[in-house]
């Protein structure tokens, strides 16, 4: 389905949106190129996929938890205008 000039200017209508006439072709071309990758994804074979309730009831593959870098507090607290038992000592905002 593609949609043509006076389709977008009717949408636009409704949605309440103001195109200028500049803007119509590449709104006209861009939503024609959603609309194709909705066919194309409507056209996957999805026979014998299960659908889930939520896409958080797959299991997640997880990296190992290993330490990837070096501890550099020192040198960062070192540059800090002020330190204390290793924490960064901040003005305070809220009276």
Do not use: C, F, W
Not at 76 to 90: D, F, R, T
């Amino acid at each position: 389905m593609a949609l043509e000039r006076s389709d977008v200017e009717k949408i636009a209508h409704l949605a309440r949106l103001g195109l200028a006439e500049d803007d119509l072709p590449r709104t006209t071309a861009t939503l024609n190129n959603i609309l194709g990758l909705i066919d194309a994804m409507q056209a996957v074979d999805t026979d014998g996929v299960e659908p889930l309730a939520h896409p958080l009831e797959t299991t997640q593959r997880l990296r190992a938890d290993a330490v990837s870098e070096q501890n550099q507090r020192d040198a960062y607290q070192a540059i800090a205008p002020a330190v204390e038992n290793g924490l960064y000592l901040v003005p305070k905002v809220i009276e």
